[in-house]
Nanobody, 122 residues
Framework: VQLQASGGGWVQAGGSLRLSCAAS????????VGWFRQAPGKEREFVAAIDWGSGITYYPDSVKGRFTISKDNAKNTVYLQMNSLKPEDTAVYYC????????????????WGQGTQVTVSS
């Protein structure tokens, strides 16, 4: 599975961005797809995940209510809609895939895309 993340950019606090993660190489209907982020000097952290087959989603408390993960079956693409962005959301965002359902640990994911930078200014 190859993953291509895009959609990052610069936004003011309170603004919105939508990230995309396009999958290719294999149908990912049996996969879970997650988003992670890594800020400078910090560890990579879990942001959201979706089970492709069931549509079940999972979020940490830090983004719950602000971020929404969704999928487009026809485009084999997962999206991360980020609203009410805060400066602390600034990071490189990565999408990842695993065979199975939702998961929140880095080690549980087998495939990773390149990152896309999100910068939120105050």
């Amino acid at each position: 599975v190859q993953l291509q993340a895009s959609g990052g950019g610069w936004v003011q606090a309170g603004g919105s961005l939508r990230l995309s993660c396009a999958a290719s190489g294999r149908t990912i209907s049996a996969y879970g797809v997650g988003w992670f982020r890594q800020a400078p000097g910090k560890e990579r952290e879990f942001v959201a995940a979706i089970d492709w087959g069931s549509g079940i989603t999972y979020y940490p408390d830090s983004v719950k209510g602000r971020f929404t993960i969704s999928k487009d079956n026809a485009k084999n693409t997962v999206y991360l809609q980020m609203n009410s962005l805060k400066p602390e959301d600034t990071a490189v965002y990565y999408c990842a895939a695993r065979f199975g359902g939702v998961a929140s640990l880095i080690a549980q994911y087998d495939y990773w895309g390149q990152g896309t930078q999100v910068t939120v200014s105050s």
